[in-house]
């Protein structure tokens, strides 16, 4: 693999036109471990610290511009600040911001939920999409009475003790500091490209759930091959194992009721976080009213004490972010707006091909619907500089490592200077991009690619 040099002037640059950020992860590391609130943040020399945001754009403390495809972790289907979205908040606020009690608002945000995704007939929300995929196991676990849940490797679903295991290379022994091994012990991790292996799992009888998310682990960076997803249904039915699509990132974003509908393969559960909320902090879980029911209440005193699941969470819908979610779902619900994301993510990723291929760099941009992933260093055989779903011959870790390491740290830092950020390697469209924009990311990315190439950092 080729290896950049440890300084250029790349560095250098971003060190000095990216002071104010410099002095304020300085300050912010005195009482934040590490500067940051959450791990993906994670930057060198140091991130940026943004001073606000408009549309796909966002301005750093030192009034750099940058065309955003970070988009709130992949929560800003419409970009930042969108009208409808705000404008619904902003007539929420002065009428309560908690209202401790049920309210209208959620029951017509479960009702577009409802209405959008295949799954879900009845709808129960969250904090956040960790706190669905933790209720989703829990109801799994619940339902059909047994420990095990499956999930596959790099597939990531949040940051509680249960489904850490297997999310990072190397996929069998990476440390799970803080975690029980009693706990790490209830999870089951198999490879995602091994239907034979997960089907041995499943038949041995102990497994309440298959989590997965259905655009290949981490939002398509290991697509799954052709068919997998059906399989998967086909095996979890054969064993009568809940199928858990974790749609945080992929719903209302792959179509308008998620990769399920893209896919036409139906889940039992799905999670859902991130656009559901328009961009706010909650998340749901949606799912078969068969299976959600032991989330409800019953005339039966000894089912309420015995068998209900419990759920609680204070911020549950609260009331503005249930306006941001329902005012988001209204938007979300014309396929064109996908659609519009998609075709401008298509040309990014052909974009960023054409630019490696043409300079004869190793590396090559993938990814499906509205995200892309870039990695640099290594060629993929089926690179030919167009659109490209899934890079062949790559192992699922080496897809999964391909956003770190120099070469890419140093290209992150490079788009920087030229008025790009991305989201590690990768990122995400939104409605608030132009056409324009997507063009201009090419062209700065073309630059970047130069000037590591002038600086050796492709040498072998
Ligand atoms: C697929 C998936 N599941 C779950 C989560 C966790 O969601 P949250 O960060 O809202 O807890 C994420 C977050 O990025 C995610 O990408």
């Known amino acids: 693999m080729a290896q950049a040099p440890v300084s250029t002037t790349i560095q250098q640059e971003f060190a000095e036109r990216f002071a104010g950020s410099r002095a304020m992860h300085e300050r912010s590391r005195q009482v934040i471990p590490g500067g940051i609130t959450h791990d993906g943040r994670h930057m060198k020399p140091f991130p940026p610290y943004i001073a606000r945001a408009q549309g796909a754009y966002k301005w750093d403390v030192d009034g750099n511009r940058l065309i955003d495809y970070v988009m709130g972790h992949g929560s800003l289907l419409f970009g930042h600040n969108d009208p409808d979205i705000l404008a619904a908040m902003q007539a929420q606020l002065p009428l309560g911001t908690h209202l401790g009690a049920g309210h209208e608002l959620e029951v017509r945000w479960a009702e577009q939920v409802s209405a959008l995704v295949p799954s879900a007939e009845q709808v129960k929300f969250t ?28 597939h990531f679903h949040g940051w509680h003790d249960y489904l850490l295991k297997g999310e990072k290379p190397p996929f069998e022994s990476a440390a799970n500091p803080g975690i029980p091994p009693e706990v790490l012990s209830t999870v089951a991790v198999v490879p995602s490209d091994d239907l034979g292996m997960l089907e041995e799992r499943l038949a041995q009888g102990d497994v309440a759930a298959l989590i997965l998310e259905p655009s290949g682990g981490s939002w398509a960076t290991i697509p799954f091959v052709e068919g997998f997803l059906q399989a998967a249904r086909d095996l979890t039915t054969k064993y009568g194992v809940v199928l858990i699509f974790d749609e945080v990132i992929t719903g209302f974003r792959w179509a308008p009721g998620g990769a399920q509908q893209r896919y036409g393969v139906i889940p039992d ?12 902090p909650g ?45 988001c779902l209204r938007k979300a619900a014309d396929p064109a707006v996908q659609r519009y994301c998609d075709d401008l993510a298509a040309r990014l990723r052909a974009g960023f091909n054409a630019a490696m291929l043409e300079r004869g760099v190793p590396g090559y941009a993938w990814g499906e619907s509205s995200v892309f992933h870039l990695a640099l260093g290594e060629r993929a055989p089926n690179q030919l500089g167009g659109d490209l779903r899934m890079p062949q011959g790559v192992s699922a870790e080496a897809l999964k490592r391909s956003g770190h390491g120099k070469l890419i740290e140093l290209a992150h830092l490079g788009l920087m200077l030229e008025g790009v950020e991305l989201f590690h390697a990768g990122g995400m469209t939104s409605r608030a991009h132009s056409e324009a924009d997507i063009d201009e990311t090419i062209a700065a990315f073309g630059r970047v690619l130069d000037r590591l190439r002038d600086e050796g950092a492709f040498a072998a």
């Open 127 to 154: 904090g956040s999409g960790t706190e669905a995929t933790l209720l989703a196991i829990r109801v799994a676990r619940s339902f059909t009475r047994k420990p095990i849940i499956v999930k596959l490797e790099g």
């Open 269 to 280: 559960l799905t999670t859902m976080a991130k656009i559901v909320a328009g961009g706010m």
């Open 283 to 327: 998340g749901a879980l949606g799912g078969r009213r068969q299976i959600m029911e032991v989330l409800a209440f019953k005339d039966d005193a000894e089912w309420n004490a015995t068998r209900k699941v419990r759920h609680q969470g204070t911020y549950n819908a609260s009331p503005v972010v249930s306006a941001a979610g329902a005012a």
